[in-house]
């Protein structure tokens, strides 16, 4: 059978994947935008053709929903959508390989692809991170998002960046308890926030709202502390916290014990480029972008030719830089295409060229309050787990590093990090900082990556009865 053929495939229907999709249906390209979520809107803008629950605030962060709405109009157009599939691979010439609820395994054709796929949370590991009671704060705001529930009643914040404020302003607003806003980064370090929320209006607000809660709670944050280890008492869970200094070391005598039911954690991002990388695009690695990143030039176009990418993948820096790099990959398929003057093109790119900078300069800002010195890896405890998949601690990939395994593949290799059933989503990340903070001279390279990129069921692959 043919491979259905679209003139464009966009992967990902996040804030990046949605306003690409609206600019393309208003021009009536045969567009297919798919996403394995269930639903539009990506991280962000989650299921929002779904009735909001009216008591639930601070929900979405950004005014462009309207991207949402624009191209949801065009479904039944130019426009098709596929909200349950997942895309396992990408071949030469642009043959994608996606599994989907109804059609099963299927295969597409696109004349031009637009990765969209976003990022995943990343965790600043500690003693007990991995047991029950303990919880990242995307995860949490998931609850709330798509169920409207609280994931306990009283919980304890800790990490770096805005979402745990915009959690605590949610916990607070629903009636919850805040145990203690632990902020990982140092007061003076955050009054650089103003310097770089430059356009982001929507953002402020919600900042402010968010304020408006934790000082009428009377709940005042503390800086420069993070948890070092959590355990299980009873129905509780006990955090160990201690102040950490710029360099990442700990200040004697500074520990603090909380008891609490729920630990909520974040510490950033990193972009899931797996599908760019078996698509054989051009990576790149920068702290100041979130780890690992695809790179594209100003039309978003990345090393391969007719392959765009647009949103957390080409560097973290949150859903108003994934909007207009979004718009700026379907300007430029439009250009190619021929569908959108040389002047047309020119002017609208070199708007949203501008934005994009005054985005990126608040990603590294927020990169760097999420970064983990090289100091502070040398105090985790070597009982400490990275690879929760496979139960491989700190101290185990410690000690492989020292026996000379100073690259990401064999470490993999040696010790099976990163071999489970998350492919190293989770301790990848890690995995390249430890590397970094052990060997600073080393060679750094991500995992590879073999198609299925996702794990699939084995009766979706052989059609019929599978003995
Ligand atoms: C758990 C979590 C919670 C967040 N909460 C907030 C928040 O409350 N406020 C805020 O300002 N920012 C939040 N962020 C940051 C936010 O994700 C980004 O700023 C913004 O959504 C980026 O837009 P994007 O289009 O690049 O990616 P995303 O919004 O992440 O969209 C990417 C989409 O690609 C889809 N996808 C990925 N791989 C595949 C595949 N192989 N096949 C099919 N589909 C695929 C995903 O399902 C997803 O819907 C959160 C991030 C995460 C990870």
């Known amino acids: 059978m043919l491979a259905e053929e679209y003139d464009v495939v966009i992967i990902g229907a996040g804030p990046a994947g949605m306003s690409a999709a609206s600019i393309l249906a208003e021009h009536s390209v045969k567009t297919l935008l798919i996403d394995e979520n269930g639903h539009l809107g990506g991280q962000l803008w989650r299921g929002l053709t779904e009735q909001p629950d009216s008591s639930f605030r601070f929900i979405n962060s950004s005014n462009n929903k309207i991207n949402l709405l624009a191209a949801t109009g065009y479904r039944n157009g130019s426009l098709h959508i596929h909200e349950t599939a997942c895309v396992l691979g990408v071949f030469p010439e642009n043959y994608i390989l996606l599994s989907s609820k109804e059609e099963g395994i299927i295969e597409i054709k696109a004349g031009n692809i637009i990765f969209a796929t976003g990022a995943r949370e990343k965790v600043r590991p500690f003693e007990g991170w991995t047991l029950p009671g303990v919880m990242t704060v995307g995860a949490v705001q998931i609850l709330?998002?798509?169920?409207?529930?609280?994931?306990?009643?009283?919980?304890l914040i800790n990490g770096a960046g805005p979402l745990m404020y915009l959690l605590a302003g949610n916990v607070l607003?629903?009636?919850?308890?805040?145990?203690?806003?632990?902020d990982r980064s140092s007061f003076t370090s955050l009054l650089g926030t103003t310097r770089v929320m430059g356009g982001q209006l929507g953002k402020l607000g919600q900042g402010f709202s968010s304020l408006g809660y934790l000082i009428k709670s009377r709940l005042l944050p503390k800086y420069s502390r993070q948890i070092v280890?959590?355990?299980?008492?009873?129905?509780?869970?006990?955090?160990?916290?201690?102040?950490?200094?710029?360099?990442?070391?700990?200040?004697?005598?500074?520990?603090?014990?909380?008891?609490?039911?729920?630990?909520?954690?974040?510490n950033g991002f990193v972009g899931n480029i797996e599908l760019p990388q078996v698509a054989g695009c051009e990576l790149d690695y920068s702290s100041d972008k979130g780890g690992w990143f695809v790179t594209v030039d100003s039309s978003m176009e990345t090393s391969v030719?007719?392959?765009?990418?647009?949103?957390?993948?080409?560097?973290?820096?949150g859903g108003d830089k994934a909007v207009v790099e979004g718009q700026l990959a379907a300007l430029s398929v439009l250009h190619q295409l021929e569908r959108l003057s040389e002047t047309d093109f020119g002017r609208r790119q070199k708007a949203l060229l501008t934005k994009r900078k005054q985005y990126q300069r608040f990603g590294t800002y927020l990169n760097r309050q999420w970064r983990i010195p090289a100091k502070e890896w040398e105090t985790i405890a070597d009982d400490t787990i990275?690879?929760?998949?496979?139960?491989?601690?700190?101290?185990?990939?410690?000690?492989?590093?020292?026996?000379?395994?100073?690259t990401s593949n064999v470490l993999k290799k040696a010790t099976r990090c990163s071999m489970g059933n998350c492919q190293g989503r989770t301790c990848g990340p890690l995995i390249y900082d430890i590397l970094a903070a052990c060997v600073p001279a080393g060679e750094t390279k991500p995992f590879s990556v073999r198609m299925p990129i996702k794990p699939v069921p084995l009766g979706d692959l052989v059609p019929g009865e599978v003995m």
Request: hydrophobic content about 40%; glycine content about 8%; proline content about 0%.
């Open 305 to 317: 030719s007719t392959i765009f990418a647009a949103g957390e993948i080409t560097g973290i820096a």
């Open 229 to 266: 280890r959590a355990e299980s008492k009873g129905d509780r869970i006990e955090a160990t916290t201690v102040e950490i200094s710029s360099d990442g070391t700990i200040v004697n005598g500074s520990s603090q014990r909380y008891k609490t039911q729920l630990i909520a954690m974040t």
């Open 144 to 155: 709330l998002k798509n169920h409207h529930v609280l994931a306990a009643s009283e919980m």
């Open 386 to 406: 990275i690879c929760r998949c496979e139960d491989i601690t700190i101290g185990k990939l410690r000690s492989w590093i020292k026996a000379g395994f100073t």
């Open 173 to 182: 607003s629903r009636n919850g308890k805040i145990t203690a806003l632990l």
